[in-house]
């Protein structure tokens, strides 16, 4: 491992989807990359691998967008790469594969910030949130070191959620944290401390860009 006092942790959504493309939620349903998010994926990469930028190990959720964006970048950093299923996307049910409009058209009230209440028969955001604080955990207890997750917009909320402290017993006024595709933020821990520290965030998205479920 290239640090053996702390985790160097960056938490980086997929590149651009087919779902993405046409507005749809995907949530836990499978969507490729489309070749735009190939290319934003490898322009990434290319700028981790000009800036020495170096990882010890990639940690992918294993639905195709995060594991062709993983796979894209591992390739020109010459990585490792393993695939946790918890770091999938939250699951939304029977809203999956519709549109924000479609899913407004079906039930006007729904509550994507419900913290009891599943969305469309998939999870609640508590059922999120526990999920994010496994895969973090999982992280740290890992020998101290580089780690690149890539995952999806949603579950990496609740994981700062989870590392922040924050409770899902908000309201739809909680804070959000926009990923664009691609988008990355880089964050420290220091295990004897247990201390976090937040180095930065490069968010790639139009500006107020809906991340639930993308």
Do not use: C
Request: net charge positive; proline share 4%.
């Amino acid at each position: 491992m290239t640090n053996s006092l702390h985790y160097h942790i960056t938490l980086l959504r997929h590149g651009e989807s087919v779902a993405n493309a046409k507005g749809l939620l995907q949530g836990q349903s499978d969507w490729p990359l489309t070749d735009t998010g190939v290319q934003q994926a490898r322009r990434l990469a290319k700028q981790w691998e000009a800036n020495s930028n170096a990882f010890d190990l990639i940690i992918a959720s294993p639905l195709s967008r995060a594991r062709e964006t993983a796979r894209e970048i591992s390739k020109t950093l010459q990585l490792p790469v393993i695939f946790d299923r918890d770091w999938r996307e939250r699951n939304f049910g029977s809203y999956e594969k519709k549109s924000y409009e479609e899913i407004i058209s079906l039930d006007g009230g729904v509550n994507f910030s419900h913290p009891i209440e599943p969305v469309g028969g998939g999870e609640s955001l508590s059922d999120l949130y526990l999920r994010a604080g496994k895969a973090v955990q999982a992280i740290l207890r890992r020998a101290p070191g580089k780690y690149l997750i890539v995952s999806h917009g949603a579950i990496l909320n609740m994981a700062l959620y989870h590392i922040l402290g924050l409770s899902t017993h908000g309201n739809p006024k909680s804070p959000r944290f926009v990923f664009g595709n691609t988008g990355f933020i880089e964050l420290l821990y220091f295990p004897e401390q247990l201390q976090w520290r937040f180095l930065g965030f490069v968010n790639t998205s139009r500006q107020g860009e809906e991340i639930q479920g993308k």
